[in-house]
Structures are given as C-alpha cells and as structure tokens.
C-alpha cells in the first residue's frame, strides 16, 4: 500500500485531495507514457488492487481529523517531520494557501533531497503551485497578445511580485529532480483557481449572492481579465496522475477548458445563479475594502492570463469533473458549494384555523433561522407593486424592445387581474394568488434560505395548484414527479385549539387589534367556520400532503400561556432541526453580543437591587426585634421592681416598727456622746435599751 503524504489535511484543497487519493488504487490510472526528451517509453508497474494510505499534517490541530486520513503528523521540530516524510512514496505540498508552507516546502525537497542515497524505492515529490508565478508573463507575439501559453514555456514565465516566493520553489523543485530521477522524481503543478466542493477563492461572490443582501456584486475593475479555473476534484484528479504515471514533463498546467473566462463572466454567472443576476463593477483598490478578502485573494481574482493545459488533456486519464470551465458548470458548482457548506433551504407551511398564532410563529421561526416568511398580503402587495412598476414603463423613451415587450405584458395581465378582483367579491381567484405564491417561492432567496409559508395554501385544490410540478421540469427534477421538490414543504406543522378558546382569545385583544379588522365578531366567526367547513371532509389542505408522505405535525397551543408563545416555537424548532445556514454574521454576532452584555448587567443589577433590597429588609426586622426586644426588657424590669417592691413592704414594717426607732435613738446618742469606740457603744446602748417583745 503506497503511502502519500498531503500538508494541510484540513484545508480546502488538502481536504479534496486527500479524500481522492484514499479512494484510489495505486497506479490506477497509469499508461505508458513517451519521454518527451529522449523518446524513450517508460514501462509502469501494472495497477495495485490497494488504494492510497493518505498521511498529512493540519494547519488547525482543534478540528477533528478527517475520517479519509489515515494518520495525522504532529511534529515539534523538523527532524520529526522528515522522519514521517521518508516513510511515504509521495509527497505533496501544497504552497498556493499559505506563505508559511512555501518556505516548508523548499525544506521538504531538500531534506528528501539530502536523503536519496538511502532510498530503496523512487520517491516522488509534487509541489502544487499556482499560475500566479505566470501572472507578468510578457505574451509570446506582442501582436497577437490572445495566443495561450503552455507548459512548454514554463522557463519564460515571470511571477507576480507577491508570488515570487513560490517561483523560487518551483524552480527548487524543478533542479533537485534532476540529479537522479530513479532516487527522487519532483514535479510542479501550477494550478488555476480553484472552484467546487465548497469554494474557496470564489467563496466571497458565492456567499454575497446567497444572502442576497447586496444589489449587485463587484466586478473588481472593468472585469476583462482572463482568469484561468480548474475544479478541485479535478486538479486533485492530476496530482493523482502524476503520482501514478509519472510522466516525464517535470512542469505541469493543471486549468480546465475554459481558458478565455473573464472575472465579469464568473461574477455574472454566479450572481445569475445563486443571486439577483445584477453585478457592478468598482475601482480594483476598493476590494481591499471587503473584510472577507486579503490582498493574496485580490492579486489572484486580478490575474489576466491565457494558458492550456496540454500536457494534462493529451496524456493523462482523468474522469473529468468540469472538463469545459466554470461557466459551463455552474449548477455543479452551486450544487456542491450548497451541500459542502450545509445550506439547504429549510421550507416550512405552518397552517391552523384564524387567531390560532400562525403569524406569530411563523415570525419567530422566521428570524432564528433567517428565513423568509411568506403571507398571502405581503405576496400579493408586492407582485402588485411589481407589476404596477412594470407597466408604468410601457412605451417609455429610454426603454429598449426586450423590456418594452414584458412591461406591456405585465401591463396586459395587470388589467386581467383587475377584472378578476371586481368580479370576485375583491379577491383574486387561486389561480392567480398561487401564481404569485409560485413565483415567490421559486425566487432565488426562497431557494437559497428557505421559507416559512403562513396559513397558505388553505384548501386541497390551492396545494395541488400551487405545488404542482412543471411541465418543462428543470434540471434533476424528476418529470414523473406528483410536486415540485423545489417548493415543496419539508416540514408541515398544523397549530390546533377548540373554537371556545380561539373565541376567548379574539375577546381579550385590545381594540385597537381588532376595531374595523377580519378580527372583528362577526368577520372572524365566518372565518372560523369557513376554516372547519373546508377542514371536515377527508379532502382537506393536510391530506394532500400527507398524501404525498409530507406528515404534518399537530401542536396543540391551548397549554402555551406565554405571551410570544414560546413553547409552541419551542416545539416547531424541534421539528425543524438545527439551522442550515452561515449563522450569525459579525455585526449580528456584536449585536448578539451587545444584548448578552446588556443582559448580564441588568441581571447583575437586578440582582444587586435584590441584595440591597434583602438587607434592607433584614436591617429593619432586626431593628424591629430590637426594638421590641427593648421593650420586653423595660417592661420585665419594671415587672421585677414591682415584685421587689411589693415584697419589700413587710420587711421595712417590721424594721420601722422594732428596729428604726431604738436604732435611730441609738445613733443619736453616738453622735451626742462621740465615744472612741462607737460601734461598742451603740452595741451597749441597743443591748440597755432593747425593747422586751412578748
């Protein structure tokens, strides 16, 4: 099993290219090639029944390892990292994505270089390039500036000046395996830009045209430049060859068949596809303004170069994936950018009798996915307003034939719909109402974000119109098909409440929601009878859909007693999923931060208030129970004196009665007579003069 070591595993073109490789079979797509400079034929081995072991390094160590990898190398010095090089057949190095791995690369090549000697078996080594290093290449007839260069004039080209580095590297390459072809054979692959599975240079025009939020997109420049393209599975397709066939060309062009693409063309047609169709052309230097691009994604967009790959389309076999250039491929290129990236409209029908909260909901949904909610008033003002704008310009000056034709069509129709609103009561019939319905769920941004349909189609016979397949079917859509999977529903969700609660509901709004509206007494009790009568039989809006295995799913809302209705949005993002797109973008994700932060601080500041208000409390019920404890003890003080008092009365009776007096007598004397020993006198005095008690 031949090992085959790929840097950056997990980068766009590491991805691709290790996931090809270890799904190949070993000289798999080997031939019998013819040595361009001594006609001698190279004989290869025949194909191994193994495929590729696929080994490489990340440039992000916290992403999982890709499950097509078979080893991630993670070395600490670059002795580390030769030891796992010399351990692998192929070598590849990729220098168009990051500065620091062309200086690793002219490392990688010459230690293998060093080391040949010790090879028992040819090692090849591939550095991927990019034609930038052909970017100021005079043209080989000054007359005639449209000739292609090809691999044959590699020695002549001249590098633009921020790729001068990598022109250093290829011709590093190009010199070391030269010394001994049967040790170490290198090669230089210059690739175009590169498009598909996801996008990469082109990813900042194909995520502008998704969101749809600009009215064009820049044309950086009057466009005119030639820019050579080359999709990635097919350019991983060439590295794949190289390292099978081995051929003797040591340069290679890897580009695709579309080699007079302008950058205005690419724009357009991405813009035609995925966006508005509309596109602007702004001063080169203003996309440096863009934060989404850095000056390496400037200088390759701004690349003007005519260049064939003839060495790959004439001896190598490879199953191409885009073989006639982007332009011709742009579904693909779509298909592949929607499904890598994971945005997949997510389509939504939420349905339920008047006053149910379908709007409500549907709002909600609506902005946590970034989808577009689509409401029978807002579809039917703003195709009204289209067609009024249209036909306003009939028969102007400054209008060319093309678009006189279609306002004076819309003019036209504009007229039938009139006639049809005057002789319906003023409404328009379903026939047209699912036409604009139609026409707005096929629009580029209900296809790219999806949508979330709010209480329409309301009867069996609008779903079958509106859903209907169309004759022409485009493009992978099956011409058996019952529907058209474009605007189908994924997901069919049927809000669900009794009359008496709905009838509760309309009576506790406030007038304002409900003086001269539908939402008025009479107007919704018809409304709500209408929508059970269409909803009694088994030919009801919800069969249809379950008729096609589109479920729907019932949510009872009688039990949510929130305001927003929280629980019920719970719920139907439940059965919605994750979402499937970008998420927030850097100034949604500040403001999301802003509010977190605002949040936090008025919590914080709740809380604080809440403590202030606890101590509060808590400083006063103590002052309070100190106050009262106070009181308890006055009053238990006063208490105890007037027991004191109360039973001292017999005791100074009897001390007044038989005591007070011989003593007060007595102390007298002492202080009449002055004796030297008063105490001993008063004792002799009261002993003398003790009254006889019987």
């Not at 005639?144 to 250093?168: C, G, L, M, W």
């Not at 026939?431 to 319905?437: G, R």
């Amino acid at each position: 099993m031949a090992r085959v070591f790929i840097n950056h595993v997990d980068q766009y073109s590491g991805r691709v290219i290790s996931k090809l490789f270890s799904q190949a079979l070993v000289r798999g797509t080997a031939t019998e090639l013819e040595d361009e400079d001594d006609g001698d034929e190279i004989d290869l081995p025949t194909p191994s029944k193994s495929t590729y072991t696929a080994v490489g390094t990340m440039k992000d160590s916290a992403l999982a390892k890709p499950k097509f990898v078979t080893e991630i190398i993670e070395c600490s010095t670059r002795d580390e990292l030769l030891a796992s090089l010399l351990q692998c057949d192929v070598v590849i190095y990729d220098i168009c994505e990051d500065a620091d791995q062309v200086d690793e690369a002219a490392w990688a090549v010459e230690a293998l270089h060093g080391a040949m000697e010790k090879y028992s078996e040819q090692k090849v080594f591939i550095c991927l390039s990019t034609v930038m290093t052909w970017a100021r290449t005079k043209p080989l007839d000054p007359e005639d500036p449209e000739i292609p260069f090809t691999e044959e004039d590699y020695r002549k080209r001249r590098s633009h000046p921020n790729f001068k580095d990598q022109v250093a590297v290829e011709k590093l390459v190009i010199k070391l395996g030269k010394t001994n072809k049967d040790k170490l054979n290198t090669y230089v692959v210059a690739s175009g830009l590169t498009y598909g599975c996801g996008e990469d240079i082109f990813h900042f025009f194909f995520k502008t045209a998704w969101h749809g939020v600009v009215p064009a997109l820049p044309v950086f420049g009057n466009g005119q430049n030639i820019v050579p393209t080359i999709h990635i599975r097919d350019l991983a397709s060439v590295l794949l060859n190289v390292a099978d066939a081995r051929p003797a060309t040591r340069y290679l062009v890897a580009v695709d068949g579309g080699q007079q693409t302008t950058l205005e063309e690419i724009v357009k047609t991405i813009s035609e596809f995925l966006g508005n169709g509309k596109v602007k052309s702004i001063p080169k230097d203003d996309a440096l303004l863009y934060k989404e691009l850095q000056q390496k994604d400037y200088d390759r967009l701004l690349i003007n170069v005519r260049i064939e790959a003839t060495s790959v389309k004439d001896s190598m076999q490879i199953d191409w994936v885009a073989e006639t250039g982007f332009l011709e491929n742009i579904d693909k290129a779509i298909r592949e950018y929607k499904e890598t990236r994971g945005l997949l409209p997510v389509r939504v029908c939420i349905l339920g009798p008047p006053q149910v909260g379908k709007s409500l909901v549907a709002a909600q949904i609506c902005k946590l996915y970034k989808l577009h909610h689509v409401n029978v008033k807002d579809v039917i003002n703003e195709e009204i307003r289209r067609l009024e704008e249209s036909a306003a310009r009939a028969n102007a000056d400054d209008i060319d034939e093309d678009d006189d034709a279609v306002a004076q069509k819309d003019s036209e129709y504009l007229d039938v719909l009139r006639d049809s609103k005057e002789s319906n009561n003023g409404r328009y019939e379903d026939q047209h109402v699912s036409s604009f319905f139609r026409k707005k769920l096929k629009s580029m941004p209900c296809q790219n974000q999806g949508f979330v349909l709010d209480g329409y189609p309301k009867t069996y016979d609008q779903a079958r119109e509106l859903f209907a397949a169309d004759e022409e079917e485009d493009e992978g859509q099956d011409p058996a098909a019952e529907f058209d999977k474009t605007i189908m529903p994924e997901i069919v969700i049927s809000l669900e409440a009794t009359d008496e609660f709905l009838r509760n509901r309309v009576m506790h709004l406030p007038e304002l929601a409900v003086s001269e509206t539908h939402n008025m007494e009479e107007e919704f009790l018809r409304r709500l009878s209408l929508y059970r009568s269409l909803n009694a039989e088994d030919t009801t809006v919800l069969n249809y859909f379950d008729e096609l295995e589109v479920h729907p799913d019932y949510i009872d809302i009688e039990p949510d007693k929130t305001p927003t209705m929280k629980t019920t949005v719970d719920a139907v993002r439940k059965l919605i999923g994750e979402p499937r797109n970008y998420g927030p973008t850097p100034e949604e994700k500040a403001e999301m931060d802003r509010i977190a932060q605002e949040e936090r601080l008025r919590l914080e500041a709740q809380a604080h208030e809440e403590r202030e208000r606890q101590e509060a409390e808590e400083a006063a019920e103590t002052a309070q129970r100190r106050g009262e404890w106070r009181s308890q003890l006055e009053d238990v003080k006063h208490e105890e004196q007037g027991v004191l008092e109360a039973a001292s009365v017999p005791l100074r009776n009897y001390l007044l009665q038989h005591v007070m007096p011989t003593l007060t007598q007595g102390l007298i004397e002492v202080c009449k007579i002055r004796p030297d020993d008063p105490i001993d006198y008063l004792a002799e005095y009261l002993f003398e003069n003790n009254p006889q008690i019987d």
